[in-house]
Structure formats: structure tokens, C-alpha cells
């Protein structure tokens, strides 16, 4: 799960242009959004795009599905990787 963790992490920085930042800079277990990583609806928006795109996960964006699955990258990873089994 670590290798799918620091592809999601890649991921975030490259869909999101976050250049000042490395994986080695993203907590697994923070927040994506608020206090953690500081992303906002923009950036969620952003990040569900690249996931279909690379994954081919459908997301719903009002969904308190979707939004638990988007609470850190730990729990994308999980996503991912249920949607691989």
C-alpha cells in the first residue's frame, strides 16, 4: 500500500502544480483538506479528475462517500485499491 500511497501523492503534486511540495512533504494520515494539506473544493475537483483519468474511479461529488474518501491519501489509496481487486 506504501507504493500506492506515494503515487497518489505524486499524483496530487503533479494535478495540482503543487511544485514546492515533495511526497516526502504529505502526511499518509493528514487531512487533504482544511488544516492538513490545505486544499480547497477547486482542488477536490481537480484531484477527482485525475483520479478518473488515471484510475478510472467514478466519483459522485456530492457524496459522503466520496468525501470520506477524499479525508487523506491514505484513504484515496484504499479507493484505489479496492477498485483494483
Request: charged share 25%.
Given at each position: 500500500?506504501?507504493?500506492?500511497?506515494?503515487?497518489?501523492?505524486?499524483?496530487?503534486?503533479?494535478?495540482?502544480?503543487?511544485?514546492?511540495?515533495?511526497?516526502?512533504?504529505?502526511d499518509s494520515t493528514a487531512p487533504l483538506f482544511g488544516e492538513g494539506l490545505?486544499?480547497?473544493?477547486?482542488?477536490?475537483?481537480?484531484?477527482?479528475?485525475?483520479?478518473?483519468?488515471?484510475?478510472?474511479?467514478?466519483?459522485?461529488?456530492?457524496?459522503?462517500?466520496?468525501?470520506?474518501?477524499?479525508?487523506?491519501?491514505?484513504?484515496?489509496?484504499?479507493?484505489?485499491?479496492?477498485?483494483?481487486?
Open positions: 500500500m506504501q507504493a500506492l500511497e506515494q503515487e497518489i501523492k505524486e499524483l496530487i503534486i503533479d494535478a495540482l502544480e503543487l511544485e514546492d511540495l515533495t511526497p516526502a512533504d504529505i490545505g486544499l480547497d473544493s477547486i482542488d477536490a475537483l481537480e484531484l477527482g479528475v485525475s483520479l478518473q483519468k488515471r484510475y478510472g474511479i467514478k466519483l459522485s461529488a456530492n457524496s459522503e462517500e466520496t468525501r470520506r474518501h477524499f479525508s487523506s491519501v491514505q484513504a484515496l489509496a484504499a479507493l484505489v485499491a479496492s477498485h483494483r481487486a
